[in-house]
C-alpha cells in the first residue's frame, strides 16, 4: 500500500512538471538568444525583420516606423541588439501574447501641478534691498564700495582736534 502510494506521488510531481513546460509553450526565453548583427545605413524595417526572423519571434511593425540604422553587434543578447537599434530612432516596443509590437515612442508629457498659477504667469521675482549694519566703516570706504568717486577736500589735521581749540 505504501508502495503505490509512493509511485502516485511521483507521478503526481512529474506531471506537475509536464504541466508546467506545456503552459509555457516550450518555447526558449528570446531575450538570451545571442545574434550578430551588422547593418550599414539600412531601413529600419529590413533590419528589424532580420533580427526577429534570426531568433524565430512573432512580431508586427507599426507603420510609421522609418528610417535607417547603422549598427555593428556581435554576439550579443537578442534583447541588446533590439533596443540598440531602436534606441536610434527613438522606438519602442512591447509584448503581448509572445508578440513583438514595435511602435513609436510617444513624448512624455511634463507632469505640471493642476493648481496653482502657470509657469509663465508666475509673478517676477522683485529684488529688495538689503539692510547691512555699518558700525566702524569710515564713509568714504563706503562711498568707494558703492562705486562713488571720493574727492577730499580738507583733510582734519588730529593735533588740532586733540589740543580742544582753534588756533
Not at 537578442?78 to 503581448?96: H, K, S, W
Amino acid at each position: 500500500m505504501a508502495r503505490k502510494l509512493m509511485w502516485l506521488i511521483v507521478c503526481g510531481v512529474l506531471l506537475s512538471g509536464a504541466v508546467a513546460l506545456a503552459q509555457e509553450g516550450g518555447q526558449p526565453d528570446l531575450s538570451q538568444k545571442r545574434v550578430t548583427v551588422k547593418y550599414d545605413q539600412a531601413d529600419i524595417r529590413y533590419v528589424l525583420k532580420q533580427l526577429f526572423e534570426s531568433v524565430g519571434a512573432n512580431y508586427s511593425i507599426d507603420p510609421q516606423v522609418q528610417g535607417t540604422v547603422t549598427v555593428s553587434l556581435t554576439d550579443v543578447p537578442f534583447e541588446v541588439a533590439l533596443n540598440t537599434i531602436l534606441r536610434q530612432l527613438d522606438l519602442t516596443y512591447r509584448i503581448e501574447n509572445g508578440v513583438y509590437y514595435v511602435t513609436v515612442r510617444k513624448p512624455e508629457e511634463p507632469t505640471t501641478p493642476t493648481t496653482g498659477p502657470a509657469p509663465e504667469e508666475a509673478a517676477p521675482q522683485v529684488n529688495l534691498p538689503e539692510k547691512i549694519q555699518l558700525n566702524t566703516a569710515s564713509i568714504y570706504l563706503v562711498a568707494t564700495l558703492l562705486g562713488a568717486q571720493v574727492y577730499r577736500y580738507w583733510e582734519p589735521d588730529l593735533m588740532q582736534l586733540q589740543s580742544g581749540g582753534f588756533g
